[in-house]
């Protein structure tokens, strides 16, 4: 069964400084993609950043980057510059590509709550 | 603009009262799913279809319904709701193939009194 791991409820960052927000997953597919997502305080889902399991670079995206490390089974995300518009939380979420009933299905992580002081 | 529209947005109703949400989209995606967000529990998976007419359940599908008789449309029904399925519920759709990010609605905060 997949599983997400995020451990920190809540994190605080200085505007402008960088943040790392940890995600641990747990899968036997060796197929299967990795994602942020951001939810601000109004509630929608906002799609930041993908990583899929057999790319050999950390994606990237803007201020956005993953440090995946497969063998730890770690996806971490790291923003930089961070912004008072980063405030909001970030959910880790995982697709296995190996079909059957769990096709298409997102597995999620707690969410970390991120607070960004000025 | 490419869209996942789910209506209401807020909702307050009352034990065993009959009640859908609706979700539309407008990408011509395959693949549509219901998910519920309850604190420290993340997102769990209700309900999923990956074409017109095929429909499956997710992870906590106890207490709904949905069906999918047009490709764009995939409503949740909830036939007689109790106050554990006060939640935030996420409609979700993504093209069948690929690990594709998938687009979601704007939320629809429930609360079953």
């Known amino acids: 069964a997949q599983k997400i791991t995020q451990t920190q409820p809540g994190m605080f960052v200085q505007e402008k400084e960088a943040v790392t927000l940890d995600c641990t997953y747990d899968t036997s597919d060796p197929s299967y993609g990795l994602f942020w997502y951001k939810q601000p305080s109004s509630g929608e889902m906002i799609f930041l950043i993908y990583?899929?399991?057999?790319?050999?670079q950390n994606a990237t995206e803007g201020r956005y980057s993953l440090n995946f490390q497969k063998a730890r089974k770690s996806a971490n995300l790291v923003i930089s510059a961070s912004q008072l518009g980063d405030s909001a939380m970030y959910f880790c979420a995982m697709r296995d590509m190996g079909g059957g009933t769990s096709y298409g299905k997102l597995t999620f992580g707690q969410g970390t709550i991120l607070t960004v002081h000025p | 603009e490419a869209q996942v529209t789910q209506n209401p947005r807020y909702l307050i109703t009352v034990t065993g009262k009959k009640l859908t949400v609706t979700c539309s989209q407008n990408m011509n995606h395959e693949y549509m799913s219901w998910y519920r967000q309850d604190p420290g529990l993340g997102l769990r998976q209700i309900y999923y279809s990956m074409n017109v007419e095929v429909t499956d359940k997710g992870d906590v599908p106890e207490g709904y319904k949905v069906s999918r008789k047009e490709k764009r449309n995939f409503p949740l029904i909830l036939e007689s709701p109790s106050p554990n399925q006060t939640s935030l519920y996420f409609c979700?759709?993504?093209?069948?193939?690929?690990?594709?990010?998938?687009?979601f609605g704007q939320g629809t905060r429930l609360t079953v009194v």
């Open positions: 990583q899929g399991s057999y790319d050999q």
């Open positions: 979700a759709s993504k093209t069948g193939s690929g690990n594709t990010e998938a687009f």
